[in-house]
């Protein structure tokens, strides 16, 4: 998936638990944290010094798309922003569950190879856009109400 989406789903993780406008854009932002792991993406270009050598460890959709990254980074959380622990785990969750529907998928379990897929959304495809209005609206529509 694209970053727009990631974002717009990271968003919308935030408001179904129940965030606070700033839990909000806190799991959006998140949501972008595991493309670090590549220095094509927009988090990656923005910190080469960390996405490169990332990408040459563990490469891309590696371990920094795993339960076990995400788990890391809660406890992490837990310890240095605990009102804002949950959000930033819903939304880097959000990513690799909406990587899960591409047809590269995510391995979940790293250090176990097996990768988890739907293969529904092709990246960049017309139905990852539509993916985005959707969550565009549901979005916009949780702001109205």
Known sequence: MKWQTHLA???????????TPAGIAVAGITALLPDIDTWESKVG????????PLRIIFGHR???HSLLATGLLFLTAKILVPNYALYIALGYLSHLVLDALTPQGVKFLWPI???FRI???PTGSILEGV?????????GRGFLY
């Open 119 to 121: 293969p529904l959304v």
């Open 131 to 139: 993916f985005f209005l959707l969550f565009v609206i549901l979005i």
């Open 9 to 19: 789903g990271g968003f919308l993780a935030g408001m179904l638990a129940g965030a």
């Open 113 to 115: 190879p097996h990768s």
């Open 45 to 52: 270009r923005a910190s080469p010094l960390l996405s490169v």
């Open 62 to 64: 590696g371990m920094l």
